[in-house]
């Protein structure tokens, strides 16, 4: 596509329950990052892909976080019983590949409020 | 520990000059990265350096010194459109991107 696209824009979902965001790279791109960003904080990174794998969990905040992609596009983010701090925007990008000069481009990210 | 500095937040006049300053300590670098980011909205890119110097794009300029570990984006001819949030960010010898907290820069008339 023509840039990042993520669904759905907005998701209010009640504790404790399960939800999956989804991102779409820009066509070609092999690397995808899932960053989550809190009001008015930073980037927090979570995971990133090369390709379908997942060099880099390290920043999954807790085991009800995971992320999967697959066929080398698209991605998943799901997170398992949600709790109210899961609040946020969960921002997906992409880039040609993981290399020292390849610009990450970012989607309109994923409002995720938990009540 | 891998770390980015930049102000919390800076404050300029319309039509003026501004300089936001980024320091990194980083395992290896493989260049640095100025985001813009408007309230609510994603970042989007604004420049790329990986050798030391200057890189000029309209108003917008970029300086990195990799000796130093610093990198500023020089915003000239503020423009009240540019009251928004500037992210720093480093590669290192992972590819992986290091973030700043981001700089909110707030332009008054």
């Known amino acids: 596509g023509a840039g990042v696209s993520q669904s759905p824009s907005n998701k209010v979902t009640e504790k404790g329950k399960d939800v999956e965001l989804r991102c779409d790279p820009i066509?070609?791109?092999?690397?995808l990052y899932w960053y989550r960003q809190s009001l008015g904080q930073g980037l927090e990174f979570l995971i990133y892909f090369q390709g379908n794998s997942a060099p880099d969990k390290s920043g999954l905040p807790s085991d009800r976080f995971s992320a999967e992609r697959t066929g080398g596009s698209v991605s998943t983010l799901t997170i398992q019983r949600t709790q109210q701090e899961d609040s946020a925007v969960y921002l997906c990008a992409s880039s040609e590949s993981v290399g020292s000069g390849n610009t990450i481009y970012f989607g309109e990210g994923s409002w995720l409020t938990v009540v | 520990g891998q770390n980015i500095d930049q102000p919390t937040e800076m404050t300029a006049t319309e039509g003026a000059i501004v300089q936001i300053n980024c320091t990194y300590q980083t395992s290896g670098f493989n260049g640095l990265f100025w985001y813009q980011q408007h309230a609510g909205e994603a970042p989007t890119f604004l420049s790329y350096?990986?050798l030391d110097g200057l890189e000029e794009k309209g108003r917008f300029s970029s300086f990195l010194s990799r000796s130093k570990g610093y990198s500023y984006l020089l915003l000239k001819e503020l423009q009240m459109k540019d009251s928004a949030s500037y992210l720093c960010?480093?590669?290192?010898?992972?590819?992986?991107?290091?973030w700043g907290a981001g700089t909110k820069l707030i332009i008054k008339p």
């Open positions: 350096n990986v």
């Open positions: 066509s070609g791109h092999t690397a």
């Open positions: 960010a480093a590669k290192d010898s992972n590819y992986q991107l290091i």
